[in-house]
Every structure is written in structure tokens, then in C-alpha cells.
């Protein structure tokens, strides 16, 4: 990762010098599996390894953070900060909990499953010229977003074939407009769908869907479960606990 992270930014400052605009989407390798912080990072979280591991990936998005701003590109630089799924098993969420440490926030569930800790993750947007900082919005947002968000801010079109469940983000993010979308599609490793409108969240599976208790073939003898529906209120919550990234 710290050679991934150095080859991105030397990217950022060969580019910087320039006047044209670039791209560049760093997809980091941690906090995934294998968990493996470097010796600098080991027991400084105050979790687990894991937990060291996160640190050690705030660390690097630090760096390229850090990159944009000693270049002087800093102001009209839109920098993202998200991830695909919740947190995974393998980070040991048992040794983390007892560490005081909730992964999945105060939702259920974790990577793979139809809950909303599989699904629900950060997104961070770092864009001075534009977005106001401390900024925040309540609206669901879905990462196939990105590609009318890019087209809105470059003035590009999309055919009406092109990036149909795609909605930019833009109004959000300047507040001014209309974020056109009404409601998201989840879906599970095993396959199982849902759909979320509002408040609202409609789980077409038996259990999980994913790797928590109760999986598909566990939660299908309980005949009395026909499907998930929840509305997630503060019955639905456990106590929250700050995630690390936030």
C-alpha cells in the first residue's frame, strides 16, 4: 500500500503541473484482506490488527490528500473517500467490539449480507471551491452515481442508453437543484435483492442473504419468516459507537 500510495502521488504532482484536468481512481488494497499493517502501524489503534490496518489506510489517504494540497491544486480538486461494502468477518468483529469498537456502526449485519451494515459505508467529499466544509446530507446515495456526477460536472450528456440507474450527485454537493433519485436497489452475495425508498427498505430474502446468522438455509425452516421488511428506527438501532473512519 505505501507503494501504491507513492506511485499515486507521483501521478497527482506530474499532472499537477500542467493545465489540463486529470483523473485518478485509486482503488486502495486495504482495509480488505489480507489484513496486513506495516510494523509502524501495529498495536497503535488500540483494537486489532484490523483496526491497525484502517489507521494505516487513513494514513495513506492522508498522503494523497496532502499531495493535492502542496501542488496549490487544492481549491478545485474534488477528492472522494468511499468504499463498495461494509465491513468483513475477517476483521474479527468479536475482538473489535470488546476493544469498544462497532464496525457496522449501529446497523446490522456485514459484508456480503442484505442488511444494512453490508451496504450502508462512508462517503466523504473533500471539494473547497464547491462544497462547503462540515456540509452534510440524509439522502441514500449509490456509488453508480458517480458516473452522472462526472458527467454533470464535465457538461456531458449520457445517452438515454447510457448509466440509466446513475443520478448525480451535484445538487447535493453544491445545494442547488434536485437529486433526481427515488429509491435503491441492494443486493446480496447469495443473490438476494432488495429495494430501499425512504425509510423504507424491502429485503426479498429469508435472512441474511449473506454470511451473518441466520444465513438462507438456516432462516428458510422458520415458515412463520415470508421476507425482511424494516423501517429503521431507533428499535432497529444498537447503541452507536463512532466508527474509525468517519
Not at 453490508?118 to 462547503?132: D, S
Not at 458516473?147 to 464535465?154: G, L, R
Not at 415458515?223 to 432497529?236: G, M
Amino acid at each position: 500500500m505505501p507503494h501504491l500510495t507513492q506511485k499515486a502521488v507521483a501521478y497527482i504532482k506530474a499532472h499537477a503541473k500542467t493545465s489540463k484536468p486529470f483523473f485518478l481512481y485509486f482503488p486502495l488494497p486495504s482495509p480488505h484482506t489480507p489484513i496486513l499493517p506495516t510494523k509502524e502501524y501495529l498495536g497503535k489503534s488500540g483494537t486489532n490488527e484490523y483496526g491497525d490496518f484502517v489507521l494505516m489506510t487513513d494514513d495513506m489517504v492522508g498522503r494523497i490528500i496532502k499531495a493535492v494540497k502542496d501542488a496549490g491544486i487544492e481549491s478545485n480538486t474534488m477528492i472522494v473517500f468511499t468504499s463498495d461494502n461494509g465491513v468483513s468477518p475477517n476483521a474479527d468483529l468479536k475482538e473489535l467490539e470488546a476493544a469498544g469498537h462497532q464496525s457496522s456502526y449501529i446497523f446490522k449485519g456485514t459484508k456480503a449480507d442484505i442488511y444494512e451494515g453490508g451496504h450502508r459505508v462512508p462517503f466523504i467529499v473533500k471539494w473547497p471551491a464547491k462544497v462547503k466544509s462540515g456540509t452534510k446530507s440524509s439522502e441514500t446515495i449509490c456509488l453508480t452515481d458517480f458516473m452522472a456526477t462526472a458527467a454533470d460536472i464535465v457538461n456531458q450528456q449520457l445517452k438515454h442508453n447510457e448509466g440509466e440507474d446513475s443520478y448525480s450527485l451535484l445538487p447535493l454537493l453544491i445545494r442547488k437543484g434536485r437529486y433526481q433519485r427515488t429509491s435503491t436497489i441492494h443486493h446480496s452475495i447469495n443473490g438476494n435483492f432488495a429495494i430501499r425508498k425512504g425509510k423504507w427498505k424491502l429485503a426479498f430474502a429469508y435472512g441474511s442473504g449473506g454470511w451473518s446468522a441466520p444465513v438462507e438455509k438456516e432462516a428458510k425452516n422458520k415458515t412463520h419468516l415470508v421476507f425482511n421488511c424494516l423501517i429503521w428506527k431507533k428499535t432497529f438501532q444498537r447503541k452507536p459507537i463512532l466508527p474509525l473512519i468517519m
